[in-house]
């Protein structure tokens, strides 16, 4: 217990001191590494709506590289969205190697779209995920709103089905290696006072 706690803690200090901000990006996706069937062998990539990505790359030279994208937009005093701040935090190989091989033992390949699923609840407002996965001849991705809620099962008196409990599990397996909510409050609480907008939230920070 006291080992496991240890290793969050320096896991965490590490996030924080290896992170780097950037300033006036106006695409989101500049961050997004392109597959190469020369190069990579696979690409697991976790989208936490527009404000969050997990990115975790193995080469086909049995070598691992993964990062963590915060990006929120900086508005002024209408709301007007003017430029984006964005961190990016490389993550340690070994992690990057054994979230892949526990994403894969997971069953991460076999998750369906919501779409795709019966009784799976979607909704307009609130915070999709998209897990994503990119192999030679493969590009999938499965996305879940509100993924950790069941709030919206019990307001419609419908079973959370299956496929949406699987999601949830590997959803877990992440957080218990690299806590996404905590890593962005970490972000969130080191921007300059200003106004920010994210997920449809608006953020002034004084």
Same mark, same amino acid.
């Given at each position: 217990?006291?080992?496991?706690?240890?290793?969050?803690?320096?896991?965490?200090?590490?996030?924080?001191?290896?992170?780097?901000?950037?300033?006036?990006?106006?695409?989101?996706e500049y961050n997004?590494?392109?597959?190469?069937?020369?190069?990579?062998?696979?690409?697991?990539?976790?989208?936490?709506?527009?404000?969050?990505?997990?990115?975790? /790359?193995? %080469?086909?030279?049995?070598?691992? &590289?993964? @990062?963590?994208?915060? =990006?929120? *937009?900086?508005?002024?005093?209408?709301?007007?969205?003017t430029s984006i701040?964005?961190?990016?935090?490389?993550?340690?190989?070994?992690?990057?190697?054994?979230?892949?091989?526990?994403?894969?033992?997971?069953?991460?390949?076999?998750?369906?779209?919501?779409?795709?699923?019966?009784?799976?609840?979607?909704?307009?407002?609130?915070?999709? /995920?998209? %897990?994503?996965?990119?192999?030679? &001849?493969? @590009?999938?991705?499965? =996305?879940? *709103?509100?993924?950790?809620?069941?709030?919206?099962?019990?307001?419609?008196?419908?079973?959370?089905?299956?496929?949406?409990?699987?999601?949830?599990?590997?959803?877990?397996?992440?957080?218990?290696?690299?806590?996404?909510?905590?890593?962005?409050?970490?972000?969130?609480?080191r921007l300059p006072?200003?106004?920010?907008?994210?997920?449809? /939230?608006?953020?002034?920070?004084?």
């Open positions: 217990m006291l080992l496991t706690i240890l290793k969050n803690f320096f896991f965490t200090f590490f996030l924080s001191l290896i992170g780097i901000f950037s300033f006036g990006q106006t695409n989101y997004l590494t392109e597959f190469d069937s020369l190069l990579h062998e696979e690409i697991y990539s976790v989208d936490v709506a527009e404000f969050q990505r997990l990115e975790l /790359i193995k %080469f086909k030279n049995e070598t691992y &590289e993964g @990062n963590l994208t915060h =990006s929120v *937009w900086k508005t002024n005093k209408k709301e007007e969205q701040i964005s961190q990016r935090i490389k993550i340690p190989e070994k992690l990057v190697e054994k979230l892949i091989t526990k994403l894969k033992n997971s069953g991460y390949h076999k998750l369906k779209d919501c779409s795709e699923i019966k009784n799976c609840i979607k909704g307009l407002d609130g915070t999709t /995920i998209i %897990f994503n996965l990119f192999q030679k &001849e493969l @590009n999938q991705s499965a =996305s879940f *709103w509100e993924l950790k809620s069941d709030y919206y099962y019990k307001t419609d008196s419908v079973e959370i089905p299956n496929e949406v409990m699987d999601a949830r599990k590997i959803l877990k397996i992440i957080n218990n290696e690299i806590d996404l909510e905590k890593q962005f409050q970490n972000f969130i609480s006072v200003g106004i920010y907008m994210f997920n449809g /939230i608006i953020l002034d920070k004084k």
